[in-house]
C-alpha cells in the first residue's frame, strides 16, 4: 500500500537511521513529547500517534513497560490500559465522529506486530468510504490531513483525560 502524500516521512528519510532503543518507551523527559506525537502519558498507559497511520486520526495505546506479551503486566496495568483504550475511543468520537472503529493488538511478528517488543494496540477511526477506488484499484491510501494537524486537535482532550 502506498501513500499519496507523506510530508512528514522526509525527516525520518533525512535522518541518521533509527533512533536509539524502543520508538514506544516513553522516556523520562517530556520535552520532545510533540516530535513523538506523544499525547498522554499516565502512570501505566500511554496513547501517541501512528507516524504512518492507515486512516487520519490512528492512535496507539501502549503499556509504559517494555513487555511484548500481555501476561507481562499486572492485572491492574491491564486495567488501565484497557480503560485508555476505551477513554482514547470516546476522545476520538468527539473529535472526529467516526462511523466505527478497528481496533486491535498484534502479539508476535506472524501476527503481524511491526513492532514487537513493545506490546501496542492500533485504534482506527473509521468511516463509510474510507476505503474507495484509491485504495482498491491504484493501491493508495489517503490520509487527508497532516499529523501535526491532528496532534494539535488531540492534544487538549488529552489534556483532560
Not at 507516524?51 to 506479551?69: A, D, I, R
Not at 503486566?73 to 473529535?95: A, G, H, R, W, Y
Not at 493508495?140 to 487538549?156: A, C, Q
Request: aromatic share 10%.
Amino acid at each position: 500500500m502506498k501513500h499519496l502524500w507523506a510530508p512528514w516521512r522526509m525527516q525520518y528519510i533525512l535522518s541518521d537511521g533509527k533512533p536509539d532503543g524502543c520508538i514506544f518507551c516513553p522516556g523520562d523527559s517530556r520535552d520532545n513529547d510533540e516530535d513523538r506525537l506523544i499525547l498522554h502519558l499516565g502512570p501505566y498507559s500511554m496513547v501517541m500517534m501512528n507516524k504512518y497511520p492507515y486512516n487520519s486520526g490512528h492512535l496507539l495505546v501502549l503499556p509504559n513497560n517494555h513487555v511484548q506479551e500481555l501476561d507481562q503486566l499486572s492485572d491492574e496495568q491491564i486495567i488501565d490500559l484497557t480503560l485508555t483504550v476505551k477513554k482514547t475511543i470516546n476522545i476520538m468520537k468527539q473529535i472526529m465522529s467516526p462511523e466505527g472503529f478497528n481496533v486491535g493488538l498484534n502479539i508476535g511478528k506472524a501476527a503481524g506486530a511491526g513492532i514487537e517488543e513493545h506490546l501496542h494496540f492500533h485504534i482506527v477511526p473509521r468511516w463509510n468510504g474510507d476505503v474507495n477506488f484509491m485504495t482498491i484499484l491504484g493501491e493508495v491510501r489517503v490520509v487527508p490531513e497532516h499529523l501535526k494537524t491532528t496532534y494539535k486537535n488531540f492534544r487538549p482532550y488529552f489534556e483532560k483525560f
